[in-house]
């Protein structure tokens, strides 16, 4: 089977159980409280955001699998800002101050940097804890081959020992039981800085925050 189909069927299995599971239970058991209902309810709602982020994440990745690379200048701040206000449809009730340093232009692939900020970004948000003013800092320096994006936030942190699992396909941190996700993410964002030569990196403290880490290399026709 193809690898892509694989990924898809193999990681549709579970939320798709949840769901067969939750609609089972209720229609044998049509009398049960109000407060239970809701509970499958909300399961089911978290279940079928799964099902769709696999399915967009999955199609992602054959895109990219397919696609040529298109070099061209990228205005940073606009395609940033672009990838907050897409962020913000999908999670209107999020509230998060975001502070945007100097974003200075790469010269690589806009598609692959829209793929990789809209993830990033959105992961920020997602995990971003339910108490507290919630932020996020964006900013880039220049460095000796390429410049460093850096995107931190004051989230739910990553335990220590699994911060190399996060970016292997279908893991997620033992931190994250109750909100949605599929896993797919980051090792997509890696296998997309992979393809354009930068590296990413993570470092990050439990209950604090994370910051994440971007290399861009500076390709044979250097920026001004
Ligand atoms: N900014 C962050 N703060 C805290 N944890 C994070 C952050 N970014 C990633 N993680 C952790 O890394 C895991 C993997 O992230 P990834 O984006 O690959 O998957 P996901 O967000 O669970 O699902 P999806 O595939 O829908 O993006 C997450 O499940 C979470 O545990
Ligand atoms: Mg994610």
Redesign the pocket.
Known sequence: MDVLAGTLAHDLKNPLSVLKIGNSFLSKNVGVSVKVSERWFETFAASIQNIE?IIN?TLQLGKIRSAEKEVACVAMDKKIRNCIDEIKLVYPDKQMEIKLGDLFPLYTDGGIVYQVFI?LI???V??AKKSGEAFLHIYSEKADKGVVYYLE?N????PEDELQK?FLTN???S??AKIA???????LVKHLMERIGGTIHLS?ELNKG?VVRLFFPVSSRTLA
Do not use: C, H, M, P
């Open positions: 982020s994440q993830n959105g992961n920020a997602k995990y936030d989230g739910i942190g990553i996060v893991e997620r941190a931190n994250t996700g599929s896993g797919i993410g980051l090792a990050s994370t």
